[in-house]
């Protein structure tokens, strides 16, 4: 199912440019069959990632405004097509390499729902319905890295909230979660890091000033929620003080 997401998205890729070139030379009806053609893939590929998404949905705890479970679980799927409150851990990888910090970054599998191809936190998931904060941080370090960390390795540094609404791949994207932010400092390398390949293509790490710089003028490079940033920017400050 991967690969046919894949395979799709680079077609409908490649109809793009042609769309452009071709409008470029003026051959309009030329135009409009490969600019119909591009977005019925980009149509396919929101399509299938969304329905292989609540086939294999993660089922999350609906939250009030301060992030206590209300007792109903929603399906992933659900939750970004409603726009439904829920719960989330934000993992920060951090190091600090001639007194500057940095943080490490993972760009984002191309068939992503939201965001496709883009650096973002260090590692991030969806609460299931039971789960508490800190045990899905560990678990979200461990499917999407292969990162074992324990409690203690993990430090709160707060909480946020994001909401919006985006589209993606022609598709409505509505995100209302609280994220409970953490910060992990543990000896990282990364060619020993396994990534989750559905979920990412690589990581990397970036100069955490720098990124919080671009992210404030909203540089696409990044998708990282400037307030997530924040909270482990501000927790890694204090540790210097």
Known sequence: MMTAIVAIAVVGAILQGLFITVEHQKKFVA???LKGLAAACFVAVGTIGFLTTRNDAKVN????EYGNPTG???DRGFAHMEGVRHRTAHIWIAREVNGKWQVLLQKRAQTKDSFPGRYDTSSAGHIQAGDEPLESAIRELEEE???TASPEELKYAGTFNIKYEKEFHN???KDNEI???Y??????DIDDITVQEEELECVEWFDLEETYN???VHNQKFCVPVKGLETARQYLQSMNK
Do not use: M, P, S
């Open 31 to 33: 135009a409009d069959v």
């Open 61 to 64: 705890t609906n939250v009030d």
């Open 72 to 74: 109903e679980t929603i």
């Open 145 to 147: 890295l292969g990162i």
């Open 171 to 173: 598709k409505l994207f």
């Open 179 to 181: 994220a409970f932010v």
């Open 183 to 188: 910060v992990y400092l543990g000896e990282i």
């Open 214 to 216: 671009e992210c404030l």
